[in-house]
């Protein structure tokens, strides 16, 4: 019986300090105009920042960018937004995916605008990373652009300062030239070299090649490959004649592959001739020369 009136007591309380005075500016009623509670807002990466490694699934906790004078691997290029049904998959799309490809070709497409020339002409690697699952779950939608600069075909990124934004015509990222070895007719071994220097290969350009990864690697095993005639007329066209010529092709892993660089790398290849010099637009005169 005592809680009782002790609980009538703080209603008659409450009651009473609601018939105070009031302060200036409030009018007493409790249900009329309160702002509405804004919708939650999802997180979604920056563009313009840098990072030390790829993150496939970026997240709040494993999120860490840096200013990109310091040391660092990757680059952020671009943020993107999946819209429609592509907004409405249960998960982030999969590799190789209808959704994962357009993800990709957009990243492409930046990538060649921010670096100033189509990025697959240098030592350049992009990656895509999306959110994870259970930001996806939550509205994000978003995907992430990733840039980083390579030593030497097929390495890991390597560590640098300063942003990739306009250095399409930097030196330091053209492919150039090259001296293979060679055992049984297989490389074995490359090193970048300049195209002053003795070497046996030139990086002439690239080519689209739209096929499944099951054709890429059905045909690389063959003596006369269809990665080989499409280089040879690469070279050709590179050295403004036709020749007849050796080629090295670098095709992009699997991965890459799937996800849509379709982009074969073609190299003049002259064998046990060694070259001191460009052979770019030196046409039959000049060939080997």
Known sequence: MKRWKAAITITLALLVSACAELPSGADGKLVNEWPGIADPAGWTPEAG?????????????????????????????????????????????????????????????????FLGGPWRDRKITIKVGFPTGEA????????????????????????????????????????????LTTADDKVTDFTSTACTAPHNAEFVGGVDWNVEWSVVTAEAEKEASKQHSICVNAVQGFVGASVNTGTWTWTPGEADWKAGDHFLRCYLYTGKISLKRSMKGVGAKGWLK
Request: proline share 6%; glycine share 8%; charged share 20%.
């Open 136 to 179: 996806w779950g939550g509205g994000a939608h978003w995907f992430l652009c990733w840039v980083a600069q390579l030593p030497q075909l097929n390495r890991a990124p390597i560590f640098a300062s300063g942003s990739l934004k306009g250095k399409f015509a930097d030196p330091n990222l053209e492919y150039g030239c090259y001296q």
């Open 49 to 113: 920042n840098c990072h030390d490694e790829f993150q496939n699934f970026p997240s709040r906790t494993n999120y860490r960018p840096m200013d990109c004078s310091k040391l660092h691997r990757y680059e952020f290029v671009h943020v993107g937004q999946f819209t429609g049904a592509d907004a409405n998959l249960a998960n982030s799309p999969d590799a190789g995916t209808p959704a994962y490809r357009k993800a990709w070709a957009e990243c492409d497409a930046k990538t060649t605008e």
